[in-house]
């Protein structure tokens, strides 16, 4: 496999820890990836979701950064509809003085919540349509040509961050073609428009300052274990949790206190639809079929950079994945 390797970590909170626990595991799986040779670990913004812990990505990164000394770091991703680009060039700024060199800024165009949270967070429903300008004004900040005259971005002017597209869409990948920059599809939670989307990025594609030619990021689950026995245990926890999280409403409850016996009542009254419908390109066993899952998922996709969920129920579970994985390729 010659594509990079990466991973995206969701910063779980799995059930009966804290947002402290996820935190320390946040900062364990940092270190093993950063010992095993990945290239980079993107956090993601999610807002009002029990089993995430990452809303103040900003602040996780920096957190994440002090414990590690190598690794890329970086948002995958900002949800920029929820913030002033000025805001994000100012964070990014911030973290890119702290680590030189190591900070990436993916963006998305998604509000990443319902109604009633973006409200909570005082943006306008309207404020996506705004995204192709939101992301020149957010590139001119950092790189010291600010669109708006007497402001600049401090810390942040000329820090010329690294800006990544990310979407799970043909306008996202469009856009990212446009303005020439990477492309990161959202394949291992909505996998439809996978190839389609690739496709229209590498046709739209133009050179800019910042990439001379298409950057393709694919994103795909990995449950990597020593037997392909504790590989499906492991996945079959992922994908209760997975039910849980969509559907406990439907039982009244929050999906913490969702029961194994009725996770797996909800996955066979038709949740496995959209549960694996969701993890469709998902690598699960051992390294040896991990390895031959992703070879074919790179021939299919022919990406540049692999970036790996790594779905385990456990904190120890999930860095015995990565190591198996990083052996594997």
């Known amino acids: 496999m010659r594509a990079r390797l990466s991973i995206l970590d969701l910063a779980p909170i799995a059930r009966g820890q804290t947002a402290s626990d996820s935190f320390a595991a946040s900062v364990a799986l940092a270190r093993r990836a950063e010992e095993l040779g990945y290239h980079r670990i993107w956090y993601a913004e999610h807002h009002n979701m029990p089993s995430i ?17 190598s690794i890329r770091l970086g948002s995958g991703g900002i949800m920029l509809p929820n913030h002033s680009p000025l805001t994000i060039a100012e964070q990014f700024g911030t973290l890119e003085a702290m680590y030189p060199g190591r900070i990436d800024l993916g963006l998305g165009r998604a509000p990443g919540s319902d109604q009633n ?24 900040y950092l790189a010291g040509d600010s669109r708006v005259p007497g402001v600049n971005a401090i810390p942040g002017k000329g820090s010329k961050v690294p800006l990544y597209i990310l979407g799970s869409s043909l306008f996202g990948a469009q856009l990212a073609g446009a303005y020439g920059l990477p492309y990161a599809f959202a394949s291992h939670f909505a996998p439809d428009d996978l190839e389609h989307a690739i496709a229209a990025y590498r046709s739209e594609f133009k050179p800019s300052a910042q990439l001379a030619e298409p950057y393709v990021i694919a994103g795909v689950n990995v449950t990597a274990a020593d037997t392909a026995e504790a590989a499906r245990s492991q996945f079959q926890k992922v994908r209760r949790a997975r039910a849980a ?39 699960v066993g051992t390294p040896g079929e991990i390895s031959d899952y992703l ?20 904190t120890e579970d999930r860095l015995r994945s990565v190591t198996l994985l990083a052996e594997a390729m």
Do not use: C, N
């Not at 439907?250 to 549960?275: F, K």
């Not at 074919?296 to 969920?309: C, R, S, W």
């Open 295 to 314: 070879d074919g998922f790179l021939k299919k996709t022919g990406a540049d950079e692999l970036i790996v969920v790594h779905q385990a129920p456990g």
């Open 53 to 69: 812990a990452s809303s103040a990505t900003s602040v996780l990164i920096a957190h994440i950064g002090a414990q590690t000394s």
């Open 117 to 140: 949270t973006t409200y909570a967070l005082r943006r306008d429903p309207r404020s996506a349509e705004a995204f192709p300008s939101d992301v020149r004004e957010l590139q001119a």
């Open 245 to 283: 999280s969509l559907f406990a409403r439907q039982l009244g409850v929050s999906p913490a206190e969702i029961t194994d016996e009725q996770a797996d009542g909800l996955l066979a009254r038709g949740a496995a639809v959209h549960v694996d419908h969701m993890l469709t390109y998902s690598a």
